[in-house]
Every structure is written in C-alpha cells, then in structure tokens.
C-alpha cells in the first residue's frame, strides 16, 4: 500500500476488486480544501477508461508486477500465445490485449509480458517503442514534390496505414514510432 501521492504512470492499481493500469495523473492542489490526485486509469480486462480523484493522504494498494520473457507463437482466435525458453506455453485473451500492441506481435519475437504478482495473471505486454515493417502499399513517388512538404499514406506489412514520406516506396522497410504511429526513418 502506498499513498495516492506516490502514484506513477505505468503503475498497476486496484480499485474495486479490478486491475488499473495509470495512464495519466495531476497533482491538484485547490485555493480550497486538501490536496489529490486526478488519475486517469484503464481497466486491464475490460480496457474501459476512468477517472479517479484520490485524496494525496488515501491509501492505494498498488500490484507488483514482474517481468518474463517469452516467444510470440500465435493468435488461435481466442488467445495469443507465447512460448518462455524452458518451453512453457502462456495465454494471454484476445480481450485483454490492446489492439493497438497486437498488430505488432510477429511470430518468432520476444516479448516482455508483465505478470501479476496478485494471482500471477498477465496483465500486459511491453511493446518496443520502434519497430521495422516493411511497406506493402504506397502510391507512386511523385517528381517535384519532395520540396513541398507533402507525405503520403502508406500500408505496411502489419496493415496500419501511416504517413510516410514521398521518396518511401513499396518493399522499402521502415521504423515507425509504435506509441503514435509515426515514421523515423529508412531503414
């Protein structure tokens, strides 16, 4: 148990009966009465959004969580599932992974899944915060355009759809921001 003060961003919470994962925080401090904490927090299974005021005094129970590497090996519809290296096999729901971290799951990489120390369910996964796809669709480069700064809509082998520059053509590979979805480079 900590104190509502001493919330991080990325910390896991409970909070009736439910695993939270901090998205964002203020500390507010009114002309009036005592200070809080304004929580914005995301349900880990059911990926609905709240908001929270703790009082700064409040005691929050926060979940430990601990790291373990492992393959990502499928997606059987129902589950995505990962292998450790000493062979074990680890389900994480379909309902309980963003949307926007499985479409970067390649069979064969390793990822960092966070496990609850609570009743050792998992509770998220660490995406890297760039990756390399390789473009699938992309309109022809356009001569003359590369001094206006124009980008244009590419589809990658992942299927988002992202704004890239001009000179990127198909079969080029990229590295793209996975927190926004943004290009950084050629690769």
């Known amino acids: 148990?900590?104190?509502?003060?001493?919330?991080?961003?990325?910390?896991?919470?409970?909070?009736?009966?439910?695993?939270?994962?901090?998205?964002?925080?203020?500390?507010?401090?009114?002309?009036?009465?005592?200070?809080?904490?304004?929580?914005?927090?995301?349900?880990?299974?059911?990926?609905?959004?709240?908001?929270?005021?703790?009082?700064?005094?409040?005691?929050?129970?926060?979940?430990?969580?601990?790291?373990?590497?492992?393959?990502f090996a499928l997606n059987d519809g129902r589950n995505f599932v990962f292998y450790t290296k000493n062979g074990n096999e680890i389900l994480l729901h379909n309902e309980s992974m963003d949307e926007k971290k499985s479409v970067f799951l390649k069979e064969g990489e390793e990822f960092i899944l966070l496990q609850s120390s609570l009743n050792d369910d998992f509770l998220d996964i660490k995406i890297p915060q760039e990756v390399i796809c390789i473009v699938k669709e992309a309109a022809p480069y356009i001569r003359g355009q590369s001094e206006a700064n124009n980008d244009k809509f590419v589809v990658l082998d992942n299927g988002l759809k992202i704004k890239a520059p001009q000179y990127i053509k198909e079969g080029d590979s990229v590295k793209i921001k996975t927190a926004d979805l943004l290009f950084v480079s050629r690769v």
Request: charged content about 30%; glycine content about 8%; overall charge positive.
């Open 1 to 71: 148990m900590i104190t509502a003060n001493e919330i991080k961003i990325g910390s896991f919470i409970e909070n009736n009966g439910d695993i939270f994962i901090v998205t964002s925080l203020e500390h507010v401090k009114p002309g009036k009465g005592g200070a809080f904490m304004q929580v914005s927090m995301q349900n880990i299974k059911k990926r609905q959004k709240i908001e929270k005021r703790f009082r700064v005094e409040e005691k929050v129970n926060v979940i430990d969580v601990y790291e373990v590497k492992a393959n």
